[in-house]
């Protein structure tokens, strides 16, 4: 009996020892504590019934993961061999920005500050056209979403606001239908498409320094900004389609054509239907002469960045480009990639040679003809073209180390300045599905495929003009 104690003893021992090891030895591997995973609370605006997109608006047909580059020509006026990657900051001003930045995006909205991204027109323009010359009032700058935790400083989703009644009623204009189409959440009414001289502050400077290349003031000194948009000091500078009480002939739309050069318009006879719109854009290489009847032979705004104009001169001189189009009615609009083109625009304001740089000496009347004025003279706004970069073209390209210098191509930033600025807009020229049925413009003398470049995304470019189309807020011009 007294063994059979010991032996239960001693069982009930072992039994204690074991569950004591199991408990604080092997424990954790099996009691170990789930860490909770944080959330975030996006806020929103308090009259929101568009719903910003929180996530990048990739193009379902753009396929490119930017691996490394497409193939490039040595002649695509957009990006000459060393001369883009050249023009833009460099990696170690990009680690600066983000780290200027960074408390941007941290910072939550203050009480007073307005969400522009749900604001309406003021009632006080509506069905009458703007005669006045006074500039629009300014307000700061303004988050117009909330910024995801992980978004990089350099997106830069915050932009000016201007208070610009619309110039027509048009019922049927784009800012009325926007609303009820999926671009509700991302189109901006208010976004000022032109820079002009009310915004040469130090306040602006500081905060539109933190973004290199087209999306900023990044590497251009202040005293250049502020020569610059001194000279756009009219009314003119700052409006778009700055005689349209002149033109308007009663009509309650303002139609615009918006002409690329794709082979696409070879053969087409669109030319008579182009030139009977109010407006009509073009962009770099448009050669004119011996093409009216496919292309029109109006030109009533002509968009370009410096380096693009004197790549276009270089490379389609023996097709036939001479320089930009030259008319009365022909306004010229920089896309400011770089100082140069302050220093260019300055130069064709003033009638004086170019001061320094690439350009240096040269005279503008070379291109822009004898009668430019600072009145013909227009650039657009930082904050448009990030604005553009980030709500309708936010390129795989853009989380690769090519990010700094990616941009819309020159003839998407004229496009999608025509949608915020007129009623109605038709494109030709631009890029479609069936694309390499054409050659890469409409003046080749042989066929050349379209060529991808690294610095824009033409496929989502594309994917995003059909979207457009569809949505009924631009009238696309397509074969098939």
């Known amino acids: ?146 910024a995801r935790p992980t978004e990089p400083p350099f997106i830069g989703d915050t932009y000016m606001s201007e208070d610009v009644p619309p110039q027509t009623d048009c019922p049927g204009g784009i800012r009325n239908q926007v609303a009820q189409t999926e671009f509700g959440g991302r189109f901006l009414q208010h976004i000022p498409v032109l820079q002009f001289a009310k915004h040469a502050t130090l306040e602006q400077y500081q905060r539109l320094s933190k973004y290199p290349g087209a999306h900023g003031w990044g590497g251009i000194d202040y005293k250049t900004v502020v020569e610059t948009l001194s000279v756009l000091n009219l009314s003119a500078n700052w409006q778009l389609l700055d005689d349209w009480r002149d033109r308007s002939n009663q009509s309650k739309c303002i139609r615009c054509a918006v002409v690329g050069n794709g082979g696409i318009l070879k053969d087409s006879k669109k030319g008579p239907e182009i030139d009977s719109h109010h407006y009509v854009f073009r962009t770099n290489g448009a050669i004119i002469k011996g093409f009216e009847q496919d292309v029109g032979s109006r030109t009533t705004h002509y968009t370009f960045s410096t380096n693009t104009l004197m790549n276009s001169v270089r490379s389609y001189a023996g097709v036939g480009y001479r320089g930009p189009p030259v008319s009365k009615e022909t306004r010229y609009i920089f896309l400011p990639d770089h100082d140069r083109d302050y220093l260019l625009m300055k130069a064709a304001a003033t009638h004086t040679p170019v001061e320094r740089g690439p350009e240096k000496a040269k005279d503008p009347l070379k291109y822009f003809g004898e009668d430019v004025s600072a009145e013909k003279l227009k650039m657009y706004h930082p904050d448009f073209i990030r604005y553009i970069r980030n709500r309708f073209l936010r390129s795989n390209a853009l989380k690769t180390k090519y990010k700094n210098i990616y941009r819309p191509s020159t003839g998407a930033v004229m496009l999608l300045a025509a949608l915020h600025t007129c009623d109605q807009v038709s494109a030709y020229g631009f890029m479609t599905p069936d694309y390499k049925n054409y050659s890469d413009h409409y003046y080749d003398n042989s066929y050349h495929p379209v060529g991808f470049f690294i610095n824009h995304d033409l496929r989502m470019e594309m994917s995003l003009w059909q979207q457009l189309h569809q949505a009924g807020l631009l009238r696309l011009y397509m074969r098939q």
Not at 24 to 49: D, E, N
Not at 104 to 118: L, T
């Open 1 to 146: 009996m007294a063994f059979l104690t010991r032996l239960a003893l001693c069982g009930a021992t072992v039994s204690f020892l074991l569950f004591f090891y199991v408990l604080c030895v092997q424990g954790p591997l099996y009691w170990s504590i789930v860490p909770v995973r944080p959330f975030y609370v996006l806020t929103q605006g308090t009259s929101s019934s568009s719903g910003d997109s929180e996530e990048p608006l990739h193009s379902k047909n753009s396929s490119d993961q930017w691996n490394h580059p497409p193939p490039t020509s040595p002649f695509h006026p957009e990006l000459s061999s060393g001369t883009v990657l050249h023009e833009h900051t460099g990696a170690t001003q990009t680690r600066k920005t983000q780290t200027s930045t960074a408390a941007q995006h941290q910072k939550p909205a203050g009480n007073k500050v307005q969400d522009v991204s749900k604001s309406t027109s003021s009632p006080e323009g509506v069905g009458r056209t703007r005669t006045s010359a006074n500039t629009p009032a300014l307000q700061r700058p303004q988050p117009t979403q909330a």
